[in-house]
């Protein structure tokens, strides 16, 4: 793997942290406390659009998409869209500024992969556009839902359609006004061998049918506009034309569509952490107790140096992974990305819990964004597969590989 990035990345890496400097940074307050006003619950931040405008003006845009997807995709390996997401995660929100928000980064990818060009012009042409948001409908609560097989909602088919009856929860995004499309899994042939018992299926959002039971809020957050909800679907009938690529395939869509996904929050929370160790570094140098700067306890200066040490080798696992993943598949590079899945958020929360001790009472507010940093990354230690699920795997993986 090469070290230096290529003059192409350079300039690119150039432009987006330029565009976070005259764009992003200075509306990130303004933008907290208007989604987090109560009258605006639910409700699209006004000022969103025009910034998509201007980095899609930029040549900002859809920066994701791997470039094996060459008729969407800007082009970029994964290795290369590694340090652009690292840069727009510092702030857990402005992804979508880029376009390069989940879940619509992962629903985008799977009808580029397996749509058929009926399903991609219909849905995937609006979600690259970015006039459209979307949702993946997968966990429930009543089963343990880190076991994809365990999934109980059933897609049955019925004369010219498919009907849905089911329960679902931590559905994020779903309640985003913008949001039109979802991605369903759920059961369709029951007596098939576990793994391809399951389907995946298109539901427009406006489906007669469909009930948002309840939001669900995150440490007290409830993350508007697009949220997590609890949902559920009484007989939601939608054209046989609908599913993708075939009955039994909903396993291994969602295998192929959670591997890059994963990739990306770790490459975001990379950025987290490396913005809650600038933090921390300011905050000790400027803050004086007990006669002297804190910067000068030696305490301090040690987790000033294990964030970086840990942020380091974390950031070059991720590369590494998106490295296997650009040269021999998602398939291959699965216990790298199993790793980084461990390491990467774990990380992130230990680097944001030292940071908030530096800050004292100030580092649990809101007066910066460490607090946020801490929540959002002890989630998505849950997010996409428990820690429990990926260690599990890796060890199994690795036990055998050992023992040929």
Known sequence: MNFEYSDKMKDLIARLEAFMDEHVYPIEKERNEWVHAEANLWKAWPKMEALKEKARAAGLWNLFMPAEYEKFSPGLTNLEYAPLAEIMGRIPSCSEIFNCSAPDTGNMEVLARYGTPEQQEQWLKPLL???????????????????????????????????????????????????????????????????????????????????????????????????????????????????????????????GRLGPGRIHHCMRSIGQAQRALELMAQRVD???????????????????????????????LTLKAA??????????????????????????????????????????????????????????????????????????????????
């Not at 004086?288 to 950031?315: P, Y």
């Open 129 to 255: 556009d970015g006039s459209m948001r979307s949702a993946y409908v997968m966990t429930e609560p009543q089963v343990a839902s880190s076991d994809a097989t365990n999934l109980e909602m059933t897609i049955f088919p019925d004369g010219d359609d498919y009907v849905i009856n089911g329960r679902k929860w931590w559905i994020s995004n779903i309640k985003h006004p913008n949001c039109e499309l979802m991605l369903v899994m759920g059961k369709t042939l029951l007596d098939n061998p576990r793994h391809t018992q399951h389907s995946t299926i298109i539901v427009p959002r406006n489906t007669p049918g469909v009930e948002i039971v309840r939001p669900l809020s995150v440490f007290g957050a409830v993350h508007s506009p697009g949220g997590h909800a609890e949902m559920l679907f009484t007989n939601v009938r939608v054209p046989k034309s609908n599913i993708i690529l075939g009955e039994g395939r909903g396993f291994e869509i969602a295998q």
């Open 286 to 316: 400027s803050r004086t107790a007990f006669g002297r700067k804190l910067s000068q306890q030696g305490s301090i200066r040690q987790d000033v140096a294990k964030s970086f040490c840990e942020i380091e080798q974390a950031r070059l």
């Open 323 to 404: 490295d296997s993943m650009d040269r021999y598949g998602n398939k291959v590079a699965k216990d790298l990305i199993a790793a980084i899945k461990i390491v990467a958020p774990k990380m992130a929360q230990t680097v944001a819990d030292r940071a908030i001790q530096s800050f004292g009472g100030m580092g649990v507010s809101g007066d910066t964004p460490i607090a946020n940093i801490f929540t959002v990354n002890r989630f998505l230690r849950l997010a996409d597969g428990p820690d429990e699920v990926h260690m599990a795997q890796l060890g199994k993986l690795k036990i055998a590989e050992y023992n040929k």
